[in-house]
């Protein structure tokens, strides 16, 4: 067995997620989530080597893979151990065996997710150029380590337990067969990939700069910018997916199990769905479903949608309006929080908090008035994204 020099690389991968364990195991869990981007860098300096020295082979391939695992997997258990046992026992007054058995269990998620994926992507071989099949390894391990330093984990008990449903969501995620848009698609890779990855790199840099660096703000930004950015990709990736797409991947998915199980492959039989017969006009049908946004969007589009494509826009934007408000409030707070430290006398929330509320609601309220006119107005994103889901 010869080892080169990209192996090298590839091992301080490895070593980045050790390093992280074991300052989890400190209960430094700040310098336990810095270990997060050392590992990536050698993951993805380590292909940059082999390209240059011209060394590719099969045993790197599984090397990185293993070393993913530690960094992405298993490290992050130890950070959601240290960061929950300490939880259960002062805060919920468990004993001392029970804290530890229920920090055990949040900790196993990640592991356990990140096993299953690796096995199964060692095991089934699946034909799904430009997408990943479920939120990759990386993804995953970084909301997570994200999650223990932000602020949603230190404002109280209630924070912490609204991170408990986040590990176990990213933990579906992980070994859900839903396709995400990767960088390897063929010919250019799409443009929102690399939206998310500098929106990731950009931010995460500036935060960490101000905060662990300089000392300017809370080190806790980082976590959040971190947790946002993975969050979005993981549960908001799959609306840039076509349905189209979307039904190539399910196929995919089915031949390479059955493949590997021994069945016979048959031409795909697509079962036949009911015709979906109208109750509404059109319009009325559109515009009702922006009355309460995600919920009467799906009201509308499980009972509705399939019979009207004019009907089936206006329930996907009102599903995704959701993301019109919540992503700039966030961008407030935590633009607001870190001039706050910065200023202490210029309150930016308090001062764009309304001016920002009166707006959405004008411009919900116009979504909801052309829906009844018949237009078909698209909100920023959220409507190009809805048309997606009628490809």
């Known amino acids: 067995m010869r080892i080169y020099l990209k192996d090298w690389v590839t091992a301080g991968n490895l070593l980045a997620g050790f390093a992280a364990?074991?300052?989890?195991?400190?209960?430094?869990?700040m310098w336990a989530a810095l270990m997060m981007p050392v590992a990536m860098f050698f993951d993805a300096?380590?292909?940059?080597?082999?390209?240059?020295?011209?060394?590719?082979?099969?045993?790197?391939?599984e090397l990185d893979n293993v070393c993913d695992h530690m960094?992405?997997?298993?490290?992050?258990?130890?950070?959601?151990?240290?960061a929950y046992e300490p939880v259960f026992r002062h805060e919920l007054q468990l004993p001392a065996l029970g804290a530890a058995a229920l920090a055990f269990a949040v900790g196993s998620v990640p592991l356990v997710a990140a096993s299953l994926r690796f096995a199964r992507f060692?095991?089934?071989?699946?034909?799904?150029?430009?997408?990943?099949?479920?939120?990759?390894?990386?993804?995953?391990?970084?909301?997570?380590?994200?999650?223990?330093?932000?602020?949603?984990?230190?404002?109280?008990?209630?924070?912490?337990?609204?991170?408990?449903?986040?590990?176990?969501?990213?933990?579906?995620?992980?070994?859900?067969?839903?396709?995400?848009?990767?960088?390897?698609?063929p010919g250019r890779s799409p443009k929102i990939y690399w939206f998310y990855y500098f929106l990731f790199v950009g931010l995460t840099l500036v935060t960490i700069l101000l905060g662990p660096v300089l000392g300017l703000v809370p080190y806790q930004y980082v976590g959040d910018v971190i947790l946002f950015t993975m969050g979005s990709y993981a549960f908001l990736g799959w609306m840039e997916v076509p349905v189209s797409a979307r039904r190539t991947t399910e196929a995919a998915?089915?031949?390479?199990?059955?493949?590997?199980?021994?069945?016979?492959?048959?031409?795909?039989?697509?079962?036949?769905?009911?015709?979906?017969?109208?109750?509404?006009?059109?319009?009325?049908?559109?515009?009702?479903?922006?009355v309460l946004g995600p919920l009467t969007g799906l009201y509308v589009l499980r009972r509705q949608a399939g019979a009207d494509k004019y009907v089936g826009f206006h329930a996907w934007q009102a599903i995704f309006s959701v993301l019109a408000i919540g992503f700039p409030y966030f961008f407030l707070f935590e633009v607001g929080g870190m001039v706050a430290h910065l200023a202490p006398s210029v309150d930016l929330v308090g001062l764009l908090w309304w001016p920002m509320a009166v707006f959405f609601t004008l411009y919900w309220l116009a979504l909801l008035v052309g829906a009844f006119a018949g237009r078909k107005w698209y909100a920023p994103f959220i409507?190009?994204?809805?048309?997606?889901q009628l490809a």
Do not use: C
């Open 383 to 388: 409507g190009w994204a809805a048309d997606k």
């Open 71 to 82: 960094s992405y997997g298993v490290a992050p258990g130890f950070m959601l151990y240290a």
């Open 21 to 29: 364990a074991v300052f989890a195991m400190r209960g430094e869990l």
């Open 45 to 61: 300096f380590d292909g940059i080597v082999a390209r240059l020295t011209k060394r590719y082979n099969k045993f790197g391939g």
């Open 122 to 185: 060692n095991t089934y071989h699946y034909d799904t150029p430009g997408y990943w099949l479920g939120v990759a390894r990386p993804v995953t391990g970084f909301a997570l380590a994200a999650l223990v330093n932000s602020h949603l984990f230190s404002v109280g008990l209630a924070g912490r337990m609204v991170g408990l449903g986040l590990v176990l969501a990213f933990g579906v995620l992980n070994v859900s067969t839903f396709p995400y848009p990767n960088h390897h698609s």
């Open 253 to 290: 998915v089915t031949r390479a199990e059955l493949q590997v199980e021994g069945q016979a492959i048959t031409d795909t039989t697509v079962r036949a769905s009911a015709p979906v017969t109208p109750s509404l006009p059109p319009r009325v049908a559109a515009g009702l479903a922006y």
